[in-house]
């Protein structure tokens, strides 16, 4: 079996320094000096496609560029990168959505991976018009994945649910390939709804005992309906030649935290919903600076300036490598990383560590690598944003 790997797009802003955002905190102002053009976010993608990378998860939210939009334009620019497209239920029809998957299957050469988000803060969801409760977004979440699974397999659908209703839905063209779903969530509702649509379940980079019991308990829920869910994780990662230069790089993010910003941050995330959320913040006890390598080479540091994803795999690129294998090992096939910035650090990861998975039999380039273009940089050199 070959590891797949996937990178993220900063539709947020990129920088040297972590941009934060997500999970009802705003993106942080400082160090955004990237800004999320499609000719920036192109350059990425692309990057990602020659190093290997099968698909960029793409996120949504307020505090971001639309993800939809955005991956439709930087597909343009790509040729085989699929997209994982971010993508909350409660804000289209089941049936607008199911059709928009399939035009952009169509249109990219079936380049559509779909992230369900059901959506862990109420606030920002009553922004967007959606008032429902935390529990009744997941029951929401079940019923369009329902409907939108049903149209894809270009059946009629008819169903009245507790809070998505259709009559006489069908696509006149259905997707090929249908979309694989990708979906988190660490609450018990949030496992049912896993078990029963979707294709592969993602956790936040928790240490690997912590994500063992949640692979343990999809799998248990997934079982008696005769189900198989594949299994996901995403981190970030800042790997070099040495461990010392890893942790150096750590720090020096780490430096660039502000008291204020970091207290700011932390009071927000409290008030998170989010399950998993909560699990972030347990990591690094709220805030505190001190123990932030709560796993070897797992750096809990992203997380006090970020919502979401806060953990980091830091180390030299065979450490980096091994800890990858651990979570392996644990039933994790999939890897959904960033890094910052993400264009350098794309590099860093592809040119380090996947060539000591490849060389295992771990991994293998998805394709064949294209010939070199003017967006590559050599690894670790300083690579400039492309501007428009």
């Known amino acids: 079996m070959s590891l797949t790997f996937h990178w993220f797009l900063p539709t ?26 499609v000719a920036y976010l192109s350059q990425i993608a692309r990057a990602a496609e020659d190093l290997g990378f099968v698909g960029a998860l793409t996120p949504t939210g307020a505090w971001c560029e639309d993800a939809w939009l955005t991956t439709a334009m ?9 997209f994982l497209v971010a993508f909350r239920p409660g804000f289209v029809s089941p049936t607008l959505a199911a059709q928009m998957a399939s035009t952009f299957q169509r249109q ?39 409907i939108v699974r049903g149209l894809w397999e270009d059946k009629t659908v008819d169903l009245s649910g ?36 979707v294709d592969v379940y993602l956790t936040w980079g928790e240490p690997p005992a912590q994500v063992a019991e949640k692979i343990t308990r999809i799998r248990e829920l997934a079982a ?21 230069q890893a942790w150096s ?35 690094h006890h709220g805030g505190d600076r001190r123990g932030l390598e709560i796993h070897p080479n797992l750096w809990a540091g992203i997380g006090l300036v970020r919502g979401g994803a806060g953990t980091a795999l830091v180390g030299s690129h065979t450490e980096v490598a091994e800890r990858i294998k651990e979570y392996a090992a644990l039933g994790i096939e999939e890897f959904v990383l960033s890094g910052y910035p993400h264009l350098e650090e794309a590099y860093w990861f592809g040119e380090g560590v996947l060539p000591l998975l490849a060389a295992e039999g771990a991994w293998h380039h998805p394709y064949e690598r294209s010939a070199p273009t003017t967006t590559q940089v050599p690894f670790g050199a300083a690579a400039g944003p492309a501007r428009r």
Do not use: C, W
Not at 117 to 124: C, D, K, N, Q
Not at 179 to 185: A, L, R, S, T
Not at 230 to 235: K, Y
């Open 162 to 197: 507790e809070h998505l209703s259709v009559e006489g839905a069908k696509l006149a063209r259905t997707p090929d390939p249908v979309p694989e779903i990708y979906f988190g969530g660490s609450s018990p509702i949030a496992g049912e709804i896993a078990a029963r649509h």
């Open 249 to 283: 790089e750590a720090n020096r993010l780490l430096a660039g935290f502000d008291e204020q910003t970091v207290a700011a941050v932390q009071a927000g995330l409290a008030r998170s919903e989010s399950e998993g959320q909560r699990r972030m913040l347990a990591l």
């Open 12 to 37: 947020n802003g990129d920088s040297r320094h972590v941009v934060g955002g997500g999970h009802g905190t705003p993106a942080t102002a400082s160090g955004r000096d990237r800004p999320p053009t």
């Open 224 to 244: 008696p309906q005769g189900r198989t869910v594949r299994f996901g994780i995403r981190l970030h990662v800042i790997t070099r030649d040495t461990s010392e």
């Open 74 to 82: 930087v597909a343009q620019h790509t040729e085989r990168l699929k």
């Open 108 to 146: 990219t050469g079936g380049r559509l991976l779909l992230n369900v988000v059901t959506g862990g803060e109420s606030h920002e969801q009553r922004a967007y018009g959606d008032f429902l409760d935390k529990d009744a977004r997941y029951r929401r979440t079940g019923e369009f994945l329902e």
